[in-house]
């Protein structure tokens, strides 16, 4: 009795058999590898991303903390003034009085800001030393970034007044401070809350290890109480040669 024929394939099944892309060694492991890279990239951007403060030590987490909650009590204390001030204008029975008592108070805000009236009240005295003259402008930059950034109202450098648009140049064995020549050692003197200043100063990889760096030496002084600091410098203000007040937008509610 002879066996059974085996089925025969259709010519279409075996051209399509022989024509299908056979995975070789070398690409399974490609594919693997890529995988692989895939899964990383994917957790080290996770990591990334959820990591920020969570890299930081205690004490600069501290600050960052008193930092924060000493703005926002500034920015409390501004807006209960000026929704006081908003009240005496359109409550008051003698409007034109309030009016020109908040005037007189801004003027007075304005000028301190731009340096145009002299200013005291507690803050610190910052003095670097530098006996190779090798602090540089950026130096100075950077010193009174901190301060800004830890609340600084009124910033003096030897006998010139810092204000937002004070420049700063290198110069032979000193720096020119809005055009004039400051030397070490440089007397900054600081209103602001002293604490606060003095923190600022001593961050870690900040202000002072920079001047440590460079050969110089940072002392700082806390002087509290109103008359602690004295910054009586001014700046010239001249008057803007293109910029002019833009009116403002009328509001949703303006009929």
């Known amino acids: 009795m002879s066996e059974p024929a085996a089925p025969r394939r259709s010519p279409w099944r075996r051209l399509w058999r022989a024509g299908r892309p056979?995975?070789?060694r070398a690409q399974v492991l490609a594919g693997i590898l890529c995988a692989a890279l895939g899964f990383g990239f994917v957790v080290q951007v996770r990591q990334t991303s959820t990591s920020g403060l969570s890299d930081l030590r205690e004490t600069?987490?501290?600050r960052i903390l008193d930092d924060t909650t000493e703005r926002g009590d500034r920015l409390q204390e501004e807006l209960d003034s000026l929704q006081a001030t908003r009240r005496q204008l359109t409550e008051g029975s003698d409007s034109a009085q309030a009016a020109a008592q908040a005037a007189e108070q801004r003027a007075q805000e304005y000028g301190l800001l731009a340096g145009t009236l002299p200013a005291h009240g507690p803050g610190i005295v910052a003095t670097i030393t530098d006996p190779d003259a090798a602090v540089r402008s950026t130096n100075l930059i950077q010193f009174v970034q901190e301060l800004?950034?830890?609340g600084a109202e009124a910033i003096q450098i030897g006998s010139t007044r810092v204000v937002a648009e004070t420049a700063f140049t290198d110069t032979t064995?000193?720096?020119l401070v809005d055009g004039a020549t400051e030397r070490a050692p440089y007397v900054v003197s600081v209103i602001g809350d002293p604490a606060t200043l003095s923190t600022a100063l001593d961050i870690p990889g900040?202000?002072?290890e920079t001047l440590r760096s460079a050969g110089a030496?940072?002392?700082v002084r806390n002087a509290a109480?109103?008359?602690g600091v004295q910054v009586d410098a001014l700046h010239a203000v001249s008057a803007p040669q293109y910029a002019r007040p833009a009116s403002p937008e009328p509001s949703a509610s303006t009929g």
């Open 22 to 24: 056979r995975a070789t």
């Open 60 to 62: 600069d987490l501290v």
């Open 148 to 150: 800004r950034d830890a």
């Open 173 to 175: 064995g000193a720096v």
């Open 206 to 208: 900040g202000v002072r």
């Open 217 to 219: 030496d940072l002392e």
């Open 225 to 227: 109480g109103a008359d």
